[in-house]
């Protein structure tokens, strides 16, 4: 059974950067599609960008050109490196993850087979 655990988030002025990290256990991530959520206040959670381990990596329209997604399949980490960050990036980032599925942002999330439990990303000035 996989389990993921994020960290790195934080609180960052606008324009700034962050790398978050998901470290998985019990389990390899071969063969699965490996991705971040997020969730802001009051709204509803939305797939930020993933990776599956042929090295296909998908993007969000809103995050492509300032988010960089890196697999280490070696360490079983996968890294969110977000740069140029903006206030409607504050949220709770969530590392999911589904077996035999490249892109997983276009699943729901009942249909995830792991998740973590979230980093607080918080950009404010």
């Known amino acids: 059974q996989l389990q993921l655990v994020e960290s790195g988030g934080g609180l960052v002025q606008p324009g700034g950067s962050l790398r978050l990290s998901c470290a998985g256990s019990?389990?390899?991530?071969?063969?699965?599609?490996i991705g971040w959520f997020r969730q802001a206040p009051g709204k509803e959670r939305e797939g930020v960008s993933c990776?599956?381990?042929?090295?296909?990596?998908y993007y969000a329209d809103s995050v492509k050109g300032r988010f960089t997604i890196l697999r280490d399949n070696f360490k079983n980490t996968v890294y969110l490196q977000m740069n140029s960050l903006k206030p409607e990036d504050t949220g709770v980032y969530y590392c999911?993850?589904?077996?035999?599925?490249?892109?997983?942002?276009?699943?729901?999330?009942?249909?995830?087979?792991?998740w973590g439990k979230g980093t607080l990303v918080t950009v404010s000035s």
């Open positions: 019990g389990s390899t991530f071969d063969y699965h599609g």
């Open positions: 990776s599956f381990s042929d090295g296909s990596t």
């Open positions: 999911a993850g589904k077996k035999y599925t490249r892109n997983i942002l276009r699943i729901s999330g009942g249909d995830m087979d792991y």
